[in-house]
């Protein structure tokens, strides 16, 4: 069956560290992936896209990489920041669904200063 | 500029009761979609729209019904309440030609 996972567990780590969330998936083509972040009580927020021709894209202190072999995208935040704490979605699209996407069940990350 | 608003916030219904979830975007797009979120198991999508007078089911549709007349409204009616349909539900939006989603806040739905 198809299936998208994350970390399981929630992630802890110090102020100033790099935070690195894994998103596997299995039996899918995804046409892209995307990243999210959830705040308690609020809806998704959009942060970065990557389509399966791109190894890797960047925004500010965010970095995602998408390996089609492995099917595994990794989402990385440098100099991470207590503010950085919330929980982050993956999200796949496939072709020809009509931009219905796939969520992840999503990792909680805690930035302790 | 509003960006999708969705009422109402919290809801309490008893099993068997019927309700609307309301759900508006201010931005003209094409594209709308609802999603339940449940603890441990990410967001599944019920409903979606491509444009006005077109819907067709996600994941987990069974029990939920969607029309879509304007570009604006994408209301999520619950038929006949039950229990497993106590969860979190979110309404999202996108320009057709563009993947990234723009969600509400939720609302809140438990049924007794």
């Known amino acids: 069956s198809q299936k998208i996972e994350q970390n399981s567990e929630a992630l802890n780590i110090q102020e100033g560290k790099t935070a690195t969330l894994t998103c596997n998936y299995t039996n899918y083509s995804p046409a892209y992936l995307q990243w999210y972040r959830q705040d308690p009580g609020r809806g998704p927020v959009f942060l970065l896209l990557?389509?399966?021709?791109?190894k890797e894209k960047r925004k500010e202190r965010l970095k995602v990489t998408f390996d089609t072999t492995l099917k595994q995208s990794l989402f990385h935040i440098t100099a991470s920041q207590p503010a950085d704490s919330a929980t982050y979605l993956c999200a796949l699209s496939i072709y020809n669904q009509g931009g219905k996407l796939i969520f992840g069940q999503g990792t909680e990350l805690s930035v302790k200063p | 500029n509003a960006g999708v608003t969705q009422t109402p916030k919290f809801q309490v219904l008893k099993t068997g009761q019927s309700m609307t979830l309301q759900c508006a975007q201010d931005?003209?797009?094409?594209?709308m979609s609802w999603y339940r979120q449940d603890p441990g198991m990410g967001l599944r999508l019920i409903h979606y729209?491509?444009?006005?007078?077109?819907?067709d089911q996600g994941e987990v549709p069974n029990g939920y019904n969607v029309s879509r007349s304007t570009t604006e409204d994408f209301p999520l009616r619950l038929l006949s309440a039950a229990p497993s349909q106590t969860s979190v539900y979110f309404c999202?939006?996108?320009?057709?030609?563009?993947?990234?989603?723009?969600f509400g806040s939720g609302t809140q739905l438990s049924v007794l």
């Open positions: 729209s491509v444009g006005a007078g077109i819907t």
């Open positions: 990557i389509r399966e021709n791109e």
């Open positions: 999202a939006s996108s320009p057709l030609g563009e993947e990234k989603l723009f």
């Open positions: 931005m003209n797009h094409e594209y």
